[in-house]
């Protein structure tokens, strides 16, 4: 259940009854028809979709769609040139931010906005404080429920043991964090998030893909997700809008994503969606053998072949984890598009040529997996193979000669001292490694025998 709200019988906002597209059940935010422009460019051109309580709405598309332009309407950052918001049955489309937030919306940002010399524990204080009622006169000390509130939301995102660090302190990681727990302190009832994974490790962005599934589960909290990792955005999405030169492209469920023509075009180029919608009409077995079976010439090796087989690494590493969807399979097919089944291939191409074929005609999978896994296992063994003990010689001769070569360049370059500490020491370290000659360093900077 959503968190209780106060303050609103302060705010003079019109209720108006909305109810969502398919008219099932109200709709907590009803985008109608809104424009808005800067001078001669349309940012968002007559948008309209509902969000319904409780789910999670993804807005995806490339730079310059109008993402976060919209996010600016809907919180009050820009007003709107045309069209209405209503929230929770209010008018709010010319309403100011801090009274919109009031209603219940809250918002992060793509850059860190923090207050940062201050502490984590001050800069959430502030939300509370302000982001739940208005105060024309603030308050000198804050009260307990506020303290409540700013201690609930650091433990919630994980921040509780940070709460005494300077915000400039803080991680990429944590900063986002931070933004996050000083929205959801202000209790609202949509929370609006643009971009909270973007530059952030596979580990830290598991991290918040679960701390938004425990809000809108535990909390009755709705969310609208801004992101370009798609993966991210997909998973966690009950509805997927994409955005493009400010317009909708496409709404709808996640797995209808990859079917649709003007979504693949922008993502993949112009002409791709017609050869991603191509069918394979090979047998399974067929396909198979085709596999296993050697084209004729020795496979080849290049740039092409090398990025089939990390894309098909990383098709085969999201299958095991359980969470492969079909944007997933997005690079792959691409590749693969790019030569035709008669040209060179390698049997790791094969493999995953096979698998989409029997995707694309909704056979069964778990063989062509196995048949993939096989083939990049196979893979890797011929590439890691060791080369010969007199080339091995020579080629860590060259490669520690480079290694010093570039580490005394630098180490000497005028803006050396830009450098930290770790970079200096592993710098120093690479120009000391000489495995050929099994030498060691010398305090000096030379080498003993």
């Not at 809250?106 to 939300?127: K, P």
């Not at 030498?439 to 080498?447: I, M």
Request: glycine residues 8%.
């Amino acid at each position: 259940m959503p968190w209780p709200r106060k303050g609103l019988a302060n705010l003079s906002l019109h209720r108006v009854a909305t109810t969502s597209d398919d008219g099932s059940a109200p709709a907590l935010l009803s985008v109608r028809r809104v424009t808005k422009s800067f001078g001669a460019l349309v940012a968002v051109n007559k948008m309209s979709f509902d969000i319904s309580p409780g789910t999670v709405f993804g807005i995806g598309g490339p730079n310059g769609a109008g993402k976060t332009t919209m996010f600016d309407v809907i919180s009050g950052v820009q007003p709107a040139n045309s069209g209405e918001i209503l929230f929770d049955g209010q008018v709010i489309t010319q309403k100011k931010p801090h009274e919109i937030c009031h209603a219940g919306i809250a918002r992060t940002f793509q850059l860190n906005a923090a207050f940062e010399t201050m502490t984590v524990l001050e800069n959430v204080l502030i939300s509370t404080h302000h982001g739940h009622d208005p105060h024309e006169i603030p308050s000198v000390v804050f009260r307990q429920g506020e303290q409540h509130d700013a201690f609930e939301a650091l433990e919630l995102v994980g921040l509780q043991d940070r709460q005494g660090a300077i915000v400039s302190s803080l991680t990429l990681m944590e900063q986002k964090l931070l933004m996050i727990a000083s929205a959801i302190a202000t209790r609202p009832k949509l929370l609006l998030l643009d971009e909270p994974v973007g530059g952030l490790i596979p580990r830290e962005i598991g991290h918040v893909e679960n701390l938004i599934g425990h809000l809108t589960e535990t909390r009755g909290m709705s969310v609208i997700l801004i992101e370009h990792v798609m993966r991210f955005l997909i998973g966690l999405s009950d509805e997927v809008m994409i955005m493009n030169y400010g317009e909708k492209l496409y709404q709808g469920s996640a797995e209808g994503l990859t079917e649709d023509t003007k979504v693949v075009e922008v993502y993949l180029g112009h002409g791709a969606s017609a050869q991603y919608k191509k069918k394979g009409n090979g047998q399974d077995a067929e396909a198979i053998d085709t596999v296993l079976t050697d084209p004729g010439e020795d496979e080849i090796s290049d740039k092409w072949s090398d990025d089939v087989t990390k894309a098909a690494r990383q098709v085969l590493r999201m299958h095991r984890s359980g969470k492969l969807y079909p944007i997933d399979y997005l690079s792959l097919q691409k590749l693969l598009e790019a030569r035709s089944a008669e040209e060179k291939s390698t049997r790791v191409s094969r493999a995953a040529r096979g698998l989409l074929e029997a995707r694309a005609k909704g056979a069964p999978l778990k063989q062509h997996f196995e048949l993939l896994e096989r083939m990049l296992d196979e893979a890797h063994e011929t590439r890691v193979k060791p080369p010969k003990p007199e080339a091995l010689k020579g080629l860590e001769q060259r490669r520690a000669d480079l290694i010093e070569t570039a580490a005394r360049r630098l180490i000497d370059a005028q803006d050396g001292q830009s450098l930290s500490d770790e970079d200096l020491k592993a710098l120093r370290a690479a120009l000391m490694w000489d495995i050929a000659l099994n030498r060691s360093p010398n305090p000096d900077g030379g080498q003993a025998q």
